[in-house]
């Protein structure tokens, strides 16, 4: 059980890496990325909510901005697949997935105009430090709901194993990130843009 749960995690892990992090550029935005969602993960004992705000502003800032900006979209030859044929199989959210995210989460601060109190679940604000930590609170639960959405979905058109997994992998990346694309930064000062050719088994 556990050793198959493992695999799984590996095999996700290395598709996520192989398929979607071959630019140099996007690996060391995420190595940003990885370090500021472990000051999240460290400042959430004492706030969720300013967790919430260093981990979307920051973290998801950087990490989705390599995606969207600096990843390769035309065909991939080093594995041989259209990017068309990426975003069908990937098992978390693709960049379609994540457009709708995104904007969900850009536009959620909006409620707090119509509904200061967000329908008595926040106490309203007074100033302006009080206003970003009730929007890091909805952001908070919308990081939530995210995961739970995707998990269950997966549920649904995977298995149970395939969700649990995929949560477990998306929780631990900030280590794994960090562990994979420490060296990110020396490939960009030897203008090293893209990875090389990898025959790497499915371990990273």
Same mark, same amino acid.
């Given at each position: 059980?556990?050793?198959?749960?493992?695999?799984?995690?590996?095999?996700?892990?290395?598709?996520?890496?192989? @398929?979607?992090?071959?630019?140099?550029?996007?690996?060391?935005?995420?190595?940003?990325?990885?370090?500021?969602?472990?000051?999240? @993960?460290?400042?959430?004992?004492?706030?969720?909510?300013?967790?919430? $705000?260093?981990?979307? &502003?920051?973290?998801?800032?950087?990490?989705?901005?390599?995606?969207f900006f600096f990843e390769?979209?035309?065909?991939?030859?080093?594995?041989?697949?259209?990017?068309?044929?990426?975003?069908?199989?990937?098992?978390?959210?693709?960049?379609?997935?994540?457009?709708?995210?995104?904007? &969900?989460?850009?536009?959620? *601060?909006?409620?707090?105009?119509?509904?200061?109190?967000?329908?008595?679940?926040?106490?309203?604000?007074?100033?302006?430090?009080? $206003?970003?930590?009730?929007?890091?609170?909805?952001?908070?639960?919308?990081?939530?709901?995210?995961?739970?959405?995707?998990?269950?979905?997966?549920?649904i058109i995977r298995d149970?194993?395939?969700?649990?997994?995929?949560?477990?992998?998306?929780?631990?990346? *900030?280590?794994?990130?960090?562990?994979?694309?420490?060296?990110?930064?020396?490939?960009?000062?030897?203008?090293?843009?893209?990875?090389?050719?990898?025959?790497?088994?499915?371990?990273?």
């Amino acid at each position: 059980m556990l050793k198959s749960f493992l695999r799984d995690l590996r095999e996700q892990r290395w598709d996520d890496h192989r @398929y979607y992090h071959q630019s140099r550029i996007n690996q060391f935005l995420h190595l940003i990325s990885a370090m500021s969602f472990l000051v999240a @993960y460290g400042v959430m004992f004492k706030s969720p909510a300013l967790a919430a $705000l260093i981990g979307w &502003v920051v973290s998801m800032g950087t990490r989705q901005s390599g995606h969207f900006f600096f990843e390769p979209k035309g065909y991939d030859h080093i594995n041989h697949a259209t990017h068309e044929y990426k975003e069908e199989i990937k098992v978390g959210y693709n960049l379609q997935r994540k457009v709708v995210l995104m904007a &969900v989460w850009a536009s959620s *601060p909006l409620l707090l105009i119509a509904q200061p109190d967000l329908f008595g679940l926040l106490t309203p604000h007074t100033d302006w430090k009080e $206003l970003a930590l009730n929007v890091g609170w909805i952001w908070f639960w919308i990081g939530v709901g995210a995961l739970l959405f995707r998990m269950l979905t997966l549920f649904i058109i995977r298995d149970v194993r395939t969700g649990i997994v995929w949560v477990c992998k998306i929780l631990t990346d *900030p280590f794994h990130d960090i562990m994979l694309y420490h060296h990110a930064p020396m490939h960009l000062l030897r203008r090293e843009w893209f990875e090389e050719p990898h025959e790497e088994e499915r371990t990273a």
